[in-house]
């Protein structure tokens, strides 16, 4: 009825940029705008025939160019820019207008940024949206939350958009507040875990068996074919195919430090704040800080002797075993950012559907797998532990790959090669199979020196033991 746009994208980056023809290619009519306008004028002569834009200089005539509710994707560097675009904005938006927040967001900002808007009638979404640049074109994975209103507004634009899987669009209401983007941020942190993994299996190949890039390439490109089947096995093996102009392998001259945005950073912490055991994907975080102390390793390992390697070829055993590893090492990488969803779920009030979150990063996202479609049949069956490694088929596929994780990790640590992940999703599940640890000496040890009491697994109630006087334990 009217020319006016259906949706608006600022900030014309790659992401942004990729986003706003992902929107035209579908038939939406898209207003674009950048600060820098130039790229506003790229993004027209380079791609202005796949669809309907109306490029724009100003915010006003952004704005103006929106059907009402307007609704517009700001995809801008995470923190102060966020603030500072939604600022320039609201003076020109009316009530129940939506402003949604594609950006990699903390969620505590984006939780604030809802409440915010809401005193002043506006609408917030906190949209994660994964897939890099190809996805956000192709088809991302979206996790939307905040106003529930404006996402079914958004709705008929989003779901069109996303990577479908089949026929399921890779989007759906996450919840209230910042939760879209807090489950964006567990699903970074679970590409940093797994991506942690995949470099300690082909550190083990390259430092223990001495293999080429492109022999673990066809290691990698043969697990694609299995239970690990993923997007991130797929391009590990292009990664370590591609050979540089030199005709040499390219990952051999790449820069041996993981740089990082913050994402894995904040999972972490919010881990810790929930006292969810999260080790793996901490582990990722901490082999990304200990990969840029470059100066420092270098030093040390002109001081540290180094074990030879096993100076043999692996066989299909010690591949096998290394495989089972990695996909055990990654069931629990995934029972841990879920068990602290689960949590964050229960501690903010957010009702989170853990099912819905599998089904959305079956497709479009960094982390999608052929493994996903078991954790959302594992919520679909209703026998869903608080655990995902309780539930039948992830127990029995640990239980398989034990003894073999067991080998690898035993190895590694003999050869000197750092398998962080690997270990500590080993010890987790070690530390989470046996009914009774060693933490009684720990509660004794507290109540040693600072009386902190202890309970009993003979009587109800709490002790304290008078260790430094007469040893008599009281009632507390
Ligand atoms: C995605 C990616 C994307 C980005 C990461 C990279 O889901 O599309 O996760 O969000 O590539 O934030 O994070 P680091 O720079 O911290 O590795």
């Given at each position: 009825m009217t020319n006016l746009a259906d949706l608006g994208v600022l900030g014309l980056a790659t992401m942004g940029a990729n986003l706003a023809r992902n929107a035209a290619r579908k038939g939406f009519g898209v207003a674009v705008y950048n600060r820098h306008g130039g790229r506003t004028d790229e993004l027209i002569a380079d791609h202005g025939s796949e669809g309907r834009f109306t490029p724009a200089k100003t915010i006003p005539d952004f704005v103006a160019?929106?059907?009402?509710?307007r609704a517009i994707i700001i995809l801008v560097k995470a923190g102060k820019p966020v603030d500072d675009v939604i600022a320039e904005l609201v003076p020109h938006l009316e009530e129940g207008d939506i402003i949604i927040d594609?950006?990699?967001?903390l969620f505590t900002d984006t939780s604030r940024r809802f409440h915010a808007l809401k005193e002043k009638r506006l609408r917030f979404l906190g949209m994660g949206v994964s897939g890099g640049e190809e996805g956000a074109l192709e088809g991302p994975s979206m996790m939307p939350g905040g106003d529930a209103e404006a996402y079914a507004r958004i709705a008929p634009m989003v779901t069109k958009m996303a990577a479908q899987v089949d026929g399921t669009p890779c989007c759906a209401f996450i919840g209230p507040e910042g939760s879209g983007h807090y489950v964006k941020m567990v699903h970074n942190g679970i590409e940093y875990a797994d991506m942690q993994l995949i470099t300690e299996a082909y550190d083990l190949f390259k430092s223990?068996?001495?293999?080429e890039a492109s022999a673990i390439a066809g290691i990698f490109e043969e697990w694609k074919?299995?239970?690990?089947?993923?997007y991130l096995i797929e391009i590990t093996a292009a990664v370590l195919r591609k050979r540089d102009a030199a005709g040499g392998a390219l990952v051999d001259a790449i820069v041996d430090e993981a740089e990082q945005k913050g994402t894995g950073r904040w999972t972490a912490q919010s881990a810790l704040d929930l006292g969810v055991p999260l080790t793996s994907i901490t582990e990722a975080v901490y082999a990304r800080a200990l990969s840029g102390r470059r100066t420092q390793r270098i030093a040390a390992e002109k001081l540290f002797p180094h074990p030879t390697n096993v100076a043999r070829k692996p066989e299909k055993a010690d591949i096998d075993a290394i495989r089972d590893a990695l996909y055990a090492s990654k069931i629990v990488a995934y029972a841990q950012g879920f068990e602290q969803m689960t949590a964050a779920s229960d501690q903010f009030g957010w009702n989170l559907r853990l099912g819905e979150v599998a089904t959305l990063w079956?497709?479009?996202?960094?982390?999608?797998?052929?493994?996903l479609d078991r954790i959302r049949e594992a919520y679909d069956s209703g026998?869903?532990?608080?655990?995902?490694?309780?539930?039948s088929y992830f127990r029995d596929a640990v239980v398989k790959a034990e003894p073999a994780w067991r080998r690898v990790v035993s190895l590694a640590v003999e050869q000197g090669v750092p398998v962080p992940a690997f270990a500590s999703s080993l010890a987790y599940y070690d530390g989470l199979r046996r009914?009774?640890?060693?933490a009684n000496l720990l509660q004794g040890l507290r109540d040693y020196f600072g009386a902190h009491t202890y309970r009993r697994l003979d009587k109800e109630g709490s002790f304290h033991t008078r260790w430094g006087q007469d040893g008599d334990e009281i009632s507390v």
């Open positions: 160019a929106l059907a009402r509710p594609g950006g990699n967001s223990v068996y001495g293999l074919t299995g239970e690990l089947d993923s079956r497709g479009g996202c960094i982390i999608r797998a052929r493994f026998e869903i532990a608080p655990n995902l490694l309780l539930q009914a009774r640890g060693p």
